[in-house]
């Protein structure tokens, strides 16, 4: 075998493009921690029944207020206001998802660029 041409010749040095992709992939974790910790505060609310019912949910998928109309009360009709609980919670859920992903897609778009 010629001298120079081993198993490693396809080896990155050190410092070099491996430590470019190192800098990379720490500087999009920051940005998806600060992602991450920023929907733990933003909220989303969804409203069903005309209003009569609203979920708050965090970016986190946490639910953080139930507001329910006392007038949707009057009634009592224990089934209607479990659907509507129901429907808001499910909502409120969905747009958080949403929230998360559109946060959340433009770094996981990165990770591609780095062959991962």
């Known amino acids: 075998m010629a001298k120079g041409k081993g198993f490693n010749r396809g080896a990155a040095p050190a410092g070099g493009m491996g430590g ?69 919670v499910n909502l409120a859920l969905e747009q958080s998802r949403k929230l998360a992903e559109e946060r959340m897609g433009p770094l996981a778009g990165g990770l591609s660029g780095l062959g991962l």
Do not use: F
């Open 20 to 88: 470019g992709m190192m800098a990379q992939i720490r500087k999009l974790q920051e940005q998806m921690e600060a992602a991450q910790a920023q929907l733990e505060v933003e909220t989303v609310t969804a409203s069903v029944g005309g209003g009569a019912v609203k979920v708050t949910m965090t970016g986190a998928q946490v639910c953080k207020a139930i507001e329910i109309d006392p007038e949707l009360l009057k009634d009592a009709d224990v089934e209607m206001l479990q659907d509507l609980l129901l429907s808001g």
